[in-house]
Each structure stands twice: as C-alpha cells, then as structure tokens.
C-alpha cells in the first residue's frame, strides 16, 4: 500500500514563507514524477508544481517565481518552498505521485494566509 504523508502546512501572514514536505512509502513502481496540487473552496484542484525524475520543473504561472519545487529522489520525498504567500494561495495542498499508469494522492495540508 502506498502512503504519502505530508507535513509543513499552517497559517502565515501575507508575505510570509512555508515549506511543505511530501514522504512516499509502500511498494509502487517507477516514479514518473512529484507534484503539489491545490483546491481552495469552492474551486477544481489544480496543479501549483512538479518535478520530473529527469529534473523538469512545471509550475502554475500564478506561484512562479514565488515557489520552488524540489525532490530528494533517495528518500522518494518532494517540498514545495513558498515565498511571498498571497492570500489567494489559501487552499488544501495535496501531495501527489504519479507513476506508470497510477496516480496517488496525500490527505492535504492546509495553507491559510491571512493577516
């Protein structure tokens, strides 16, 4: 069975930082690749960032240059650093693994930015 168990998320102020942490165990096969998705309420999840095992980065335009994705391949672990969060990046943020043929997905973390 395959877990993912993310970690990192909470309240901060606009302008604030936090760094989310996503762990994979369990048996799967090859990783394709990593990401981060969210859902705010109200709306469809949506991709915010992945990595793919050859080192390719996707990010949404609304967190680039604020949000940086990276992998510890050895430890099958994903992190999503954020910087000069926005109000408008309030939402559950969803770990997710995809690999041949299947996706999995953590339980969510919840990001609130708020003054």
């Known amino acids: 069975q395959v877990q993912l168990v993310e970690s990192g998320g909470g309240l901060v102020q606009p302008g604030g930082s936090l760094r989310l942490s996503c762990a994979a165990s369990g048996r799967f096969f090859s990783i394709n690749a990593m990401g981060w998705y969210r859902q705010a309420p109200g709306k469809q999840r949506e991709l915010v960032a992945a990595i793919h095992m050859i080192g390719v980065t996707d990010y949404a335009t609304s967190v680039k240059g604020r949000f940086t994705i990276s992998r510890d391949n050895a430890k099958n672990s994903v992190y999503l650093q954020m910087n000069s969060l926005k109000p408008e990046d309030t939402a559950v943020y969803y770990c997710?693994?995809?690999?041949?043929?299947?996706?999995?997905w953590g339980q969510g973390t919840q990001v609130t930015v708020s003054s």
């Open positions: 997710n693994l995809a690999t041949m043929g299947t996706n999995y």
